[in-house]
Nanobody, 125 residues
């Protein structure tokens, strides 16, 4: 089992920045990749970004490219999401995820094995 805990969500103004963190514990050595998804009220959960744990390869949704940066600190078993130039449409609950699947379809929720409880990000206009 892998436990994931997200922190860092809060209310910010449009154009502002925020950094989310996800601390992983448990059988983290089996993790192939970690990622971020988000879910706005009344909408499906959507992929935001992902990073492979060993090599640090990164993937982003088109809607956040150039504004969000995903990174990880292997020594701390922690993943980060730096969010810049935030927009009201970024408002959502942000979920951390992890997978031991070595060939995941990263944009699909079903490819991910573990999930955090989520952290609320609200961007005011």
């Amino acid at each position: 089992q892998v436990q994931l805990v997200e922190t860092g969500g809060k209310l910010v103004q449009a154009g502002g920045s925020l950094r989310l963190s996800c601390a992983a514990s448990g059988r983290t050595f089996s993790t192939y990749a970690m990622g971020w998804f988000r879910q706005a009220p009344g909408k499906e959960r959507e992929f935001v970004a992902a990073i492979t744990w060993s090599f640090g390869g990164t993937y982003y949704a088109d809607s956040v490219k150039g504004r969000f940066t995903i990174s990880r600190d292997n020594a701390k078993n922690t993943m980060y999401l730096q969010m810049n130039n935030l927009k009201p449409e970024d408002t959502a609950i942000y979920y951390c995820s992890a997978t031991f699947n070595s060939s995941p379809i990263i944009s699909t929720s079903s490819s991910w094995n573990y999930w955090g409880q989520g952290t609320q990000v609200t961007v005011s206009s």
